[in-house]
């Protein structure tokens, strides 16, 4: 799931304050990026009541031939609604699909895909994520915000033989709260440089699952309602599921470059 982390509203929930023509002062943005991750996914699909076989561990990139490099589009928007206070929706997504001959055997959600089966398969993830931002300290050159928010992701699985005899999908929607810190500098009146960490641990009846991001941008603010950025990106998600969809786990992470603007209105003071 790419990313997610990321992300190109989470500066301007949390930059600094100067003169009139600040191009990273305002009231709201929106942004759009593009992201060009490595990506790693592994899934796991036990079947359930008559199909109750144990589902093999199934690297996609490897042994269905998805892709481990692909560009991921974001968009997002930011309220700074007070000197310390903003909020950020974010949204991404990533759907992969591939065709491949396996060399092994697999199972999966009670399906067996038998050794030189041609499987069409297709793996997606939606990632949206609300957080609240109150920054510690906030004046003119720089910024420490403490982070509060919900990533929901949906992910789908799908393997399907060529002949069409066999076929098998797992889904799951998975709420996740995270927490986290930001760090923004002013280099100068046009240049900005934002770091953002966001983590997440869960032990709950019939989810367990682990979240990771991390993000380093640099801003640049040609113009008082306009700037480009450019950065790098980790994202990763581990989850342990016991759900009638998904019974099983999935484990997928994304990192990169990634780059893009941020169009703002109004300023915040």
């Known amino acids: 799931m790419r990313s997610c982390v990321l992300f190109g509203c989470l500066v301007l929930a949390s930059t600094a304050y100067a003169q009139p023509d600040d191009p990273f002062d305002h009231r709201f943005s929106i942004s759009a990026g593009a992201f060009w991750p490595e990506v790693d996914t592994t899934v ?6 008559s199909f109750g076989l144990i589902g093999t561990t199934i690297d996609l990139e490897s042994d269905l031939g998805l892709a481990d490099s692909d560009t991921l589009y974001t968009g997002g928007m930011t309220w700074n609604f007070g000197r310390r206070h903003s909020l950020d929706l974010l949204y991404f997504e990533l759907g992969r699909t591939a065709t ?46 403490g982070q509060f928010g919900v990533h929901y992701t949906k992910v789908k699985a799908d393997l399907d033989a060529a002949t069409g005899s066999i076929r098998a999908e797992a889904d799951s929607d998975v709420p996740l709260p995270v927490i986290g810190l930001g760090y923004q500098r002013r280099l100068g009146n046009s240049f900005l440089f934002d770091a953002n960490v966001q983590i997440f641990r869960l032990e709950f009846d019939d989810l367990s699952g682990s979240l990771n991001n991390g993000s380093a941008n640099f801003y640049w603010g040609p113009t008082q309602h306009f700037s480009i950025f450019v950065g790098y990106d980790y994202y990763s998600m581990n989850v342990d599921a016991r759900k009638e969809h998904w019974n099983g786990s999935f484990d997928f992470r994304y990192k ?8 703002g209105f109004g300023s915040r003071r």
């Open 100 to 145: 491949k001959t396996i060399d092994h055997t697999i199972n999966f959600r009670g399906q067996s895909y038998p050794l030189q089966t041609s499987i069409h398969s297709l793996f997606r993830t939606d990632v949206a994520r609300l957080s609240y931002y109150f920054a510690f300290i906030a004046d003119d050159r720089q910024r420490l915000t």
């Open 44 to 49: 796991k699909a036990n079947g359930t009541g």
């Open 256 to 263: 990169g470059p990634w780059a893009g603007l941020v169009v």
